[in-house]
């Protein structure tokens, strides 16, 4: 594949252009891996066990889900999390050998070794309804401008700043829709392209 | 002698069957049981105003009144996958449970490789295969979606499929070394697909199906080796041709390593039995337990779909 990270410009999990972490690798105190795209490591249990410099734990993992989003620790009690390539983590239903040479392991729901770490659509999407924190319940006109991929003020909101569920009421409960970017007054939206829908 | 006319005296109203392919195929989406339930896709199809009819003979099926679930609140969500109705008999055949390994010999682009781990609430492990690389892409954005989480993604020629990515003949204790399931759904000559693909008898060539079915036999022989005694292994594909289908079966059947065991859909599909005979070929009779199912019999496209259970 061209894109040394496997993703296609239609993938699942894009990076709006507005990302303030941009792409590039990260700071001085990630010491990645090496970009191999098809290889994924478990990620150690606890930072006593963490051999590769920089690689986040599973108990880190858990722990920001929780602090975040209030999203249960037991959430993730049938899953592995696993790195690919720089800081990308996956969440794996099943226990398998480490490394793994694999085109795709489970679901990717995070990125790491940056600033602020940001979550995926997909993951929000499916984990995201156990959240009760950082929640943007959307009306429907902005819903629709959300799921559209468009930014939109929002002064309305008094939560924190930074990646956020957003959310709608559809079919008698909240789901989640995607993940936003909250700066200054302003909803951003990350639904990736391949991902966007006019739902008008 | 070419499709349609070649399956005249396979078919018993050859004249509903010739109909029913000139007929364009109803849209049909299955709920992604891990996002929603049945009613609350339902509900939010109603919500939106999206006509359909439940399929009777699955929960979960809806054929839509329009083209395309692409632009709808339940689909954004993932709640729901197009998917063809007939498409969904393979994966009820091999019947996956919760924890099991299984493999989806030819995956892309993902339909039933889904649809596997929703029926095993996506606990234990999928591994879903496919050679093409371009087509791989198109079952990660489809499993994603979804939010499947026991995918294992792989790209091998299923042929020569090798587990040692997954420790196979290594002593670690959560190495994969063999399956407990396997679906070959395999790459075929698509004549069930004329529905959809107006081109399928056009683009047929006798060489095609000779060719395509030495692809099938190494596919299906390499799913029985690599599955445990006591599994399950299921073939299918979406075409008419005996040679693709029973002769594929017949096969397997000689290195005696398995056998085509008895299997009925669920009540209210009506499909007819493999055939014995084809030309101057004759077939192993269990390949009559095998389902083949013609467009006229359930308004779906064509199919064929056979359970065999590992013997040695």
Not at chain 1, 25 to 38: I, L, Q, R, V, W
Not at chain 2, 79 to 86: M, R
Not at chain 2, 167 to 190: M, Y
Request: overall charge negative; glycine content about 10%; charged content about 25%.
């Amino acid at each position: 594949m061209s894109d040394p990270d496997g993703d296609a410009p239609e993938g699942p999990d894009g990076d709006a252009p507005e990302d303030p972490n941009g792409d590039a690798p990260e700071g001085p105190d990630a010491a990645p891996p090496d970009n191999d795209s098809h290889r994924f490591d478990r990620l150690p249990a606890t930072a006593a066990d963490r051999v590769v410099p920089g690689r986040p734990t599973r108990a880190e993992v858990v722990a920001w889900w929780d602090e975040r989003y209030g999203i249960p620790p037991e959430t993730w009690g049938g899953h592995t999390f696993w790195e690919r390539g720089n800081g990308k983590l996956w969440a794996f239903a099943g226990a398998v050998v480490t490394p793994v040479d694999a085109e795709g392991l489970g679901l990717r729901i995070l990125r790491t070794r940056q600033e602020h770490w940001k979550p995926s659509t997909n993951a929000v999407q499916r984990f995201g309804g156990a959240a009760t924190r950082n929640v943007v319940v959307l009306e429907r006109d902005e819903a629709v401008r959300f799921a559209r991929g468009d930014d939109q003020e929002l002064p309305r909101w008094d939560g924190d700043w930074g990646y956020v569920i957003a959310a709608h009421e559809t079919a008698g409960a909240v789901e989640p829709i995607g993940v936003g970017l909250y700066l200054h007054g302003e909803l951003r939206s990350t639904v990736p392209k391949g991902r966007r829908e006019e739902l008008g | 002698m070419r499709p349609p006319q070649r399956y005249a005296s396979l078919v018993d109203d050859f004249d509903a069957f010739r109909a029913a392919c000139d007929r364009p195929l109803p849209s049909v989406v299955r709920v992604n049981t891990l996002k929603a339930s049945v009613d609350r896709a339902r509900r939010a199809l109603d919500d939106a105003g999206v006509g359909y009819e439940a399929v009777e003979w699955h929960p979960g099926l809806f054929r839509l009144d329009e083209r395309g679930p692409g632009t709808s609140w339940p689909y954004f969500h993932g709640w729901l996958h197009g998917q063809e109705e007939v498409s969904t008999l393979p994966a009820l055949a091999l019947d996956p449970q919760p924890g099991e390994v299984v493999w989806d010999a030819c995956a892309a682009p993902g339909s039933k490789a889904t649809q596997l781990s929703a029926l095993m609430d996506d606990e234990g492990v999928v591994i879903g295969n496919d050679n093409n690389l371009g087509r791989l892409s198109a079952l990660r954005h489809n499993a994603e979606r979804l939010g499947i989480t026991n995918l294992a993604v792989t790209n091998q020629d299923a042929r020569n499929f090798s587990l040692k990515p997954f420790g196979d003949r290594g002593t670690d204790p959560e190495r994969i070394e063999q399956f407990d399931r396997a679906l070959v759904d395999a790459p075929c000559s698509c004549e069930g697909t004329i529905r959809k693909n107006p081109d399928a008898f056009e683009e047929w060539s006798l060489g095609h199906v000779e060719g395509v079915a030495g692809v099938q036999r190494g596919i299906l022989r390499r799913a029985v080796d690599a599955t445990r005694p006591g599994g399950t292994v299921v073939y299918s594909t979406c075409t008419f041709a005996p040679e693709e289908n029973e002769a594929v079966l017949d096969h397997v059947l000689d290195r005696g390593d398995c056998e085509v065991v008895a299997w009925e859909p669920p009540a209210g599909f009506e499909t007819d039995p493999g055939v014995t005979e084809w030309g101057e070929e004759t077939y192993d009779p269990a390949v009559e337990r095998a389902h083949r199912v013609y467009p006229h019999r359930n308004d779906t496209g064509g199919f064929f779909c056979a359970k065999l259970e590992v013997t040695a």
